[in-house]
């Protein structure tokens, strides 16, 4: 049986395999990530040493790689503190992700909690239009590791038509390789509420850090918010993103928020052996 950690991160729920022998396959991701019928995530992780501190590999729930997951990331810094990768007494951690190196750092106050040391978007906000049935979306598209598509909502997040519109947009021809749905508001210009739609998980999810921070570039663009920005999220946590600069260039953002570990299992066979969703006849 193979030992795993379930983490989750302001919300977004990962499994972590830490130096396994081999990858896990694209199915035994899907499985295992299936909600109701095995450990259910919103992704997976693979965690291993590095000579100057931890890589991680990130899974989507659907079993598909993705180049960065920011809540993965720091749940992946988490594990490696509590493994104890970053040396006695040490409260930074180095760590390689497909899109590039990060540094980590415990929070000053929150033990539980990881700060992300990251550059900041290099590239302007796009605005975009796509159409859904007769019916124009404005919007700004941005890539934050992963495509972001960010909307404005004008009203109460809890009415925004994620299920009804996440999935179109998702998939619309206006973005190549699919995006990322964002549901955002500025209440005031340190504070945003946001509400995620991911790829790859094909849902809502109660948190996301990239998305987070694609949502921040569009807020600081429009004028509508200022650095530090405390973001609200679905599972109720709060996400905070920082201006980490350095000799007064702007150039690094810092993510902050609750990294938790869940716990640490052994998989069954079972955890794999999930059946397909059903077909149901005409």
Known sequence: MRTAWKLSGAGNDFVALVEPEVDPTASEIAAWCRRGLSLGADGLFTLR???????????????????????????????A??????????????????????LARRHPTDRSAIVLDLPAPTELPQRVAPEIDGVIHEGWFLAVGVPHLVLLWPGALERAPLAALGPALRAHPRFATGTNV????????????????ERGVEAETLACGSGTLAAAAVGLHLGLADLPLTALTAGGFTLTVGDGRRDGHPTRWTLAGDARLVARLELTPEAAAVPPPPSWSA
């Open 49 to 79: 040493r590095a000579p100057d501190g931890a890589r991680m590999a990130y899974w989507n729930a659907d079993g598909r790689p993705a180049e960065l997951c920011l809540n993965g990331t720091r749940c992946a810094a988490r594990l």
């Open 81 to 102: 503190f509590e493994l104890g990768w970053a040396g006695a007494g040490d409260d930074e951690l180095r760590l390689e992700t497909g899109a590039g190196r990060v």
């Open 182 to 197: 964002n549901f955002v508001r500025f209440p005031a210009r340190d504070r945003m509420e946001i509400r995620t739609y």
